[in-house]
């Protein structure tokens, strides 16, 4: 990485950490530090409004002065984060992170049991919020995705951009991370293959 940033020199780089729509991870150590330069003060452009990180940092209060007015933020959103971090800070972060992980690892092992694939066969890339997982053949993903919906009240996605038509979505995240919440999902994953699995020719 390292090598290309220096031969092609952009202006920025931009990389997905966490891609929903794959269920992949991507590990970014380092990146950081390779990106660190003295660019945003050297630089000879004004940056569109909403992305001048100038103003922003001046609406934050990060430079001692008076703070600059730059956008208005969303009450509704506000609410939403706080309440999120009041959920947060009662469990405390490392035991939400360990929740995560240890539920998702149940759901992996309740898709193995179904002889089901992942899209991302190596679990240390997979995202832990996101699942994605290959359905049997002649399975159709979208009327697999109507019956968890239809018949057991449950919402999973169709894939999107390189997944349409290779990969469910399932996410398991937030106050829905329990096993319990896994086991309904396997449950249910178990029953549709088998109603649909009828209708296959």
Not at 44 to 62: M, R, S, T, V
Not at 67 to 76: F, V
Not at 93 to 100: F, T
Not at 110 to 134: A, G
Request: hydrophobic fraction near 40%.
């Amino acid at each position: 990485m390292e090598s290309l940033l220096e031969k092609i020199r952009p202006a920025a780089l931009y990389i997905t950490h966490g891609d929903s729509s794959t269920g992949s991870v991507q590990k970014i150590e380092g990146l950081g530090a390779l990106c660190h330069k003295e660019v945003m003060k050297n630089r000879n452009f004004k940056p569109p409004f909403y992305l001048d990180i100038e103003l922003l940092a001046a609406q934050w209060n990060c430079f001692g002065n008076t703070r600059q007015y730059h956008h208005t933020l969303s009450p509704p959103l506000l609410w939403a984060l706080r309440s999120c971090l009041k959920e947060i800070s009662k469990e405390t972060l490392p035991k939400v992170w360990a929740r995560h992980a240890r539920n998702t690892a149940h759901f992996y092992k309740r898709i193995e049991e179904l002889s089901l694939e992942f899209l991302i066969p190596n679990s240390e890339e997979r995202l832990v919020t996101v699942t994605t997982v290959v359905l049997p053949k002649d399975y159709d993903y979208v009327e697999f995705v109507h019956y968890m919906r239809n018949k057991h009240n449950i919402l999973i996605s169709l894939g999107v951009g390189p997944t349409a038509g290779k990969a469910v979505r399932i996410g398991i995240m937030g106050f829905n991370s329990t096993i319990q919440v896994a086991d309904a999902i396997a449950d249910a994953m178990a029953d549709t293959l088998i109603a649909l699995k009828k209708s296959l020719p």
